[in-house]
């Protein structure tokens, strides 16, 4: 079978540095995206690893290590405005997104 | 602006009754999806289309049907809806259905009562 986790709530305070992890099993990847979800909107993209390694993109990086069946989203410099559901998904053997349920962060000043 | 729009924002429907959520990109992307979000749960697939003409049946397509006649359209209907098809739904696009990054439209709450 094929199944996602990622904790269900962080908190950070504002300036600070958070990682939100995600770890995955599955028989066949094609990729692992995150996306941000703010309450009551839509996710939008953040980011796409399918190579092993860190992707940086402004204050965010996402990291992945396929043969751990890993990956973790940094966030630094947070703001206030970063409050949001951060949702992990990868891509199975029939390129169809499986996704977690979300880690809500909370960002306190 | 380009993007992804859903009709209607919300509804409240009574049990037993047929609806239609509807989903129009203008990005000109080959494949749309349908998921539902549920609290606690992650985003669930019910169905999506490859291309133009073909559909195919995601996680929980039990209850819900769909239609791709055009590039740009891609509605889902409930035949006869149930309390448990209470959820927010997103409909969703990508340039193709391998790894392009998928864009989601604003959503419909739809209750059921």
């Known amino acids: 079978g094929q199944n996602i986790d990622q904790p269900t709530e962080m908190t950070a305070t504002e300036g600070a540095i958070v990682q939100i992890n995600c770890t995955y099993q599955?028989?066949?990847?094609?990729?692992l995206f995150w996306y941000q979800q703010h309450a009551g909107e839509a996710p939008t993209f953040l980011s796409y690893n399918v190579l092993d390694g860190l992707e940086e993109k402004g204050r965010f990086s996402s990291f992945l290590s396929r043969s751990k069946g890993y990956s973790y989203l940094l966030l630094k410099e947070l703001q206030m405005k970063d409050s949001a559901s951060y949702l992990c998904a990868f891509t199975d053997s029939n390129y169809q997104l499986i996704w977690g349920a979300g880690t809500k962060l909370i960002i306190k000043p | 602006i380009a993007g992804i729009t859903q009709a209607p924002t919300s509804q409240i429907l009574a049990a037993g009754r047929r609806m239609t959520l509807r989903c129009t990109q203008d990005?000109?992307?080959?494949?749309m999806y349908w998921y539902r979000q549920d609290l606690g749960l992650g985003l669930r697939l019910i169905h999506y289309?490859?291309?133009?003409?073909?559909?195919g049946k995601g996680e929980v397509p039990d209850g819900y049907s769909v239609s791709r006649a055009n590039t740009d359209d891609f509605p889902l209907t409930l035949a006869s809806a149930v309390p448990s098809q209470t959820s927010v739904y997103f409909c969703?696009?990508?340039?193709?259905?391998?790894?392009?990054?998928?864009?989601f439209g604003p959503g419909t709450r739809l209750t059921v009562l």
């Open positions: 990005m000109r992307h080959n494949a």
């Open positions: 969703a696009s990508s340039g193709d259905s391998q790894t392009d990054t998928q864009y």
């Open positions: 289309s490859n291309t133009a003409g073909t559909t």
């Open positions: 599955t028989s066949g990847f094609n990729g």
